[in-house]
């Protein structure tokens, strides 16, 4: 059974109308044409399972609290509480119909985890990242600065030097938006060629996202990082990028862990999906760059080598 399915036939006809009008996302894959009109309660119904058939908790975040607790008593499940419980207990309820009673082998039906309020699937790691001991990563205990003497010459001596990196405060960032990116990058001997190429040796490009804890103790991206100016490859910076996840402490900041991504289709499918072009610079400026939607961070599976894998 498909729990949208399933549940688009119990949701109330002003419910299903509202969400079969809602404007898609700019990167939502599955987007359908925008509603001219007013809509019957089957075509509405026919959109909503067009546009999140597959997506559960995609449905669960574009409703409200009151539309939530409806569907959780059409459901049969306890409708008190906050909107991310109440998705995550319809989530649960959805995934059981799915079943129908046969237990799944881990990762064919991924837990969601709450990030924001709302649902979100997380990918397994397909890049490189230290270990850790415990799950979500803590914030590693404060050390002080072992730059390598040199620019590293291998690989591995980057991820070393980047395993070094984890725990130093990097200091007050002041009115530079990119200076704890600068100072992380220092900190791993990265030279500054002034080459339009990836940072280390043309090899590597390498990049901070700001990250922070939730109440639940998972970590989610907090904002979309810039990958560079339009008209200067913004593709080409994400062949190969060490991701520093870097993690605010008042008006310090340090590093939480690092993510070695490989460029592959799968990579390719997201970069091309999340890449999105907007202003950067200072109030009323012409400069145009670009930027990595935080979705990204969660379909490459960064946020797992965070937060460890959901069953």
């Known amino acids: 059974m498909n729990a949208v399915v399933h549940m688009a036939a119990l949701l109330p006809p ?4 509202r969400l079969a009008a809602l404007r898609a996302n700019r990167f939502d894959p599955r987007a359908t044409p925008l509603v001219i009109g007013a809509l019957d309660v089957a075509e509405a119904t026919e959109r909503v399972i067009a546009r999140w058939a597959d997506d559960l908790c995609g449905l669960l975040n574009a409703m409200t609290r009151g539309e939530l607790a409806a569907l959780a008593t059409a459901l049969r499940i306890d409708p008190r509480g906050r909107s991310p419980e109440l998705r995550q207990n319809v989530w649960e309820r959805g995934a059981e119909l799915e079943r129908n009673g046969v237990e799944l082998p881990p990762g064919v039906q991924p837990r ?3 990030l924001g309020g709302h649902l979100v699937i997380q990918a397994p790691a397909r890049g490189l990242s230290p270990p850790s001991e415990a799950w979500p990563r803590p914030v590693p205990p404060e050390r002080g600065a072992a730059p390598p003497a040199e620019e590293p010459e291998s690989l591995d ?10 725990g130093v405060r990097l200091g007050p960032r002041g009115r530079d938006k990119g200076a704890w990116g600068v100072r992380a990058a220092a900190l791993l001997g990265i030279v500054e060629h002034g080459r339009d190429e990836p940072d280390w040796r043309g090899d590597v490009e390498v990049k901070t996202v700001p990250v922070a804890r939730e109440t639940s103790g998972h970590w989610g ?5 810039a990958i560079a100016m339009v008209g200067e490859g913004g593709l080409s910076k ?17 590093i939480v862990s690092w993510y070695l ?9 997201l970069a091309r999906r999340y890449l999105h072009e907007r202003p950067k610079g200072p109030a009323g400026t012409l400069g145009r760059g670009m930027y990595l939607s935080k979705r990204f961070f969660a379909d490459a599976g960064l946020l797992s080598a965070l937060n460890g894998a959901t069953p």
């Open 112 to 114: 969601p985890i709450v």
């Open 261 to 269: 991504l490989d460029w592959d289709p799968e990579v390719a499918r």
């Open 14 to 17: 002003p419910t299903v109308r």
């Open 221 to 225: 991206v907090v904002e979309d990082p």
């Open 157 to 166: 001596e980057l991820l070393a030097a980047a395993d070094r990196l984890l």
């Open 238 to 254: 994400l062949q190969r990028t060490l991701w520093l996840a870097r993690a605010t402490l008042g008006d310090d900041a340090t």
